[in-house]
């Protein structure tokens, strides 16, 4: 596949397709899922959409292969303005290939489009869903974050309230824990106050010394080197 890349980025298209064609065995999703990729850059939106479902469908065994396809079908179809069908394509990704890598951010996507959408309770349990399957995810801390938005949206405060505390608390110095901190009407997190202090190198304090000797002495040019 690699060798295929290489066409690929070298205007050889056809030939990365035929190389890509002929993977077979373990490795043949991934092949697929990269053809997709080169049709993207070589064919229409449309036979790129084509290509991903195509890999969903045959290879819907292969975790890796079928949930890059979904991710990258969901944000193609975004991008043609068809949220409902990208956040169909999303839930796909996270229900049926929970330990994905993509699975956590395909969740706070789909919430995300709940929320703009104008449904912020359905956007809140989303944002919730996510804390609660993947915890320890990049996408948890912003999950709380909008999460708390989408229930302040909601009418529910107090939840609203807690899902701020709970970042500022276990996040202070992140940006979410910033701007969750506005919200409660709190200042955010900022590092104690205390004097500057450098270590001391023998060396280094030497050097600076004799320099500023030679400035006194009127050597500057002696003090330079």
Known sequence: MLY????????????????????QGALAGQAAYQRARVTMTSGTADATKTALRSVV?????????????LYLLADLTTDSGDDAAAQT????????????????????????IEYVSGKPKTAARMFDSLITASPRSDETTAAKYWSGRAWS????????????????AQQPTSYYASVAAQRLKQKPW????????????????????????????????????
Do not use: C, H
Not at 57 to 69: C, H, I, L, Q, Y
Not at 153 to 168: D, F, H, L, P
Not at 208 to 224: I, K, P, Q, V, Y
């Open 4 to 23: 295929a890349n290489v066409l690929s980025r070298s205007g050889r298209t056809r030939d990365a397709l035929a190389q890509l064609d002929a993977v």
């Open 57 to 69: 469908s045959k290879f819907s065994s292969d975790t890796s292969a079928a949930s890059s396809a």
């Open 89 to 112: 394509s999303y839930k796909r990704l996270y229900r049926s290939y929970p330990t994905s890598s993509f699975a956590p951010n395909a969740r706070f996507r789909a919430a995300m």
């Open 153 to 168: 949206k909601s009418g529910n405060a107090t939840q609203a309230r807690a899902r701020w505390g709970e970042v500022i």
């Open 190 to 225: 900022t590092p104690p106050a205390k004097a500057d202090s450098f270590p001391s190198i023998p060396a280094v304090d030497s050097a600076f010394a004799r320099a500023e000797l030679l400035e006194r002495l009127g050597l500057d040019a002696e003090a330079r080197l």
